[in-house]
């Protein structure tokens, strides 16, 4: 099976949203994604830039792709944070992940950050195990906290 790792174009977005949507239901959470194809266009192809997307292309299509933005640690200086790997099942297993990954670690290393970050589900083991033989550390001390809008909200409104 051949394909190519190449940057996103804004006329990609379509097959990206619809990527975002399958890893949403690989992930047990099939009404999560809000967003929508203007979202992700104007949020990574408009100035300021939120973000970077890396995707895999098959002979038919997009088949995977991976999305990246910058953080700053104040510990550490600028960070890349990994916020979505995703490749179609039917193509899991053929170096397609593996690919984007690597891609990912090329532009934080061109980007001379100190530090790549991303989150991965504690049921989620092929990737645990995959991210631990590239040298990554995963975690089982630290937890992700989040506030959703409604929440913000509620908060700001008490």
Not at 39 to 53: N, R
């Amino acid at each position: 099976m051949t394909f190519q790792i190449r940057d996103a174009v804004k006329t990609d977005m379509p097959e990206v949203l619809a990527l975002i949507r399958a890893l949403a239901l690989y992930e047990k959470e099939p009404d999560a994604v809000e967003i929508d194809v203007s979202q992700l266009e104007i949020g990574g192809f408009h100035a300021p830039v939120q973000f970077s997307c890396f995707v895999a292309e098959g002979p038919d299509g997009l088949i995977g792709m991976a999305l990246v933005y910058f953080r700053f640690s104040t510990w550490k200086g600028p960070v890349v944070h990994l916020e979505d790997l995703i490749v179609q099942e039917a193509y899991r297993g053929m170096g397609v992940g593996t690919a984007l990954y690597r891609r990912v670690m090329e532009f934080a290393q061109g980007q001379c950050v100190k530090r790549v970050n991303w989150e991965v589900l504690n049921w989620n083991t092929p990737a645990i195990s995959f991210y631990e033989k590239t040298g990554a550390h995963v975690s089982d001390q630290w937890q992700t906290v989040s506030m959703s809008e409604k929440n913000l909200k509620k908060y700001l409104e008490s």
